[in-house]
């Protein structure tokens, strides 16, 4: 089973800054099917990034992903007040989908 | 509008069954595969279930296999999730989600979700 390994796991920035979170794999993941969420408090998960790279329908621009094989990245550049919330990495493989931990963002 | 609206939820006591009922609109329901998410309150989002968009295909996740069933209705745009021989550990929300499986596989839509205390 794919282990998804989040760092850090809080990271507390200020609006307008360029947040950095990282998602490891325990072994190669297809970046077609790396998935990056946003879920803030007491809401459903929201699609952020598919393929690793590809921001989903909404999702402005300062929102980016990269990455491939065990090392994938979502970057936030110029943070905004609603930017601030809990990331999540998903993967599939092997019949099944793994989420990473999460990395709390919070407002310095 | 896209929708998927959770229901079933409550307070069952360890040993018990729940059925979480999840009911789709605003899409072609039958074209697209679905699945259940938990989280445990204050904790991550943890994978529970998946099926195909005709239900042949059929995924659970180690810690609920043998206890939950998951199943759809299209003619109902419906999916449900029967929980036997529940746990304290079962305590979370739990969110339905559609999922796209075409060269990318994501969950793109995700229901507000349904709460599942166990206790006695």
């Known amino acids: 089973e794919i282990v998804l390994t989040q760092s850090p796991g809080t990271l507390s920035l200020s609006p307008g800054e360029r947040a950095t979170l990282s998602c490891r794999a325990s072994q190669s993941v297809s970046s077609s099917y790396l998935v990056w969420y946003q879920q803030k408090p007491g809401q459903a998960p929201r699609l952020l990034i598919y393929g690793a790279s590809s921001r989903a329908t909404g999702i402005p621009d300062r929102f980016s992903g990269s990455g491939s094989g065990t090392d994938f990245t979502l970057t936030i550049n110029r943070l905004e007040p609603e930017d601030f919330a809990v990331y999540y990495c998903?993967?599939?493989?092997?019949?099944?989908?793994?989420f990473g931990q999460g990395t709390k963002l919070e407002i310095k | 509008e896209v929708q998927l609206v959770e229901s079933g939820g409550g307070l069952e006591q360890p040993g018990g069954s729940l059925r979480l009922s999840c009911a789709a609109s605003g899409f072609t329901f039958s074209a697209y595969s679905m699945t259940w998410v938990r989280q445990a309150p204050g904790k991550g989002l943890e994978w529970v279930s998946y099926i195909s968009s005709g239900s042949n295909t059929i995924y659970y996740a180690d810690s609920v296999k043998g206890r939950f069933t998951i199943s759809r209705d299209n003619a109902k745009n419906s999916l449900y999730l029967q929980m036997k021989s529940l746990r304290a550990e079962d305590t979370a929300v739990y969110f339905c989600?559609?999922?796209?499986?075409?060269?990318?596989?994501?969950?793109?839509?995700w229901g507000k979700g349904t709460t599942v205390t166990v206790s006695s």
């Open positions: 989600a559609r999922v796209v499986t075409t060269y990318y596989y994501y969950l793109d839509v």
């Open positions: 998903q993967q599939y493989g092997s019949s099944r989908y793994t």
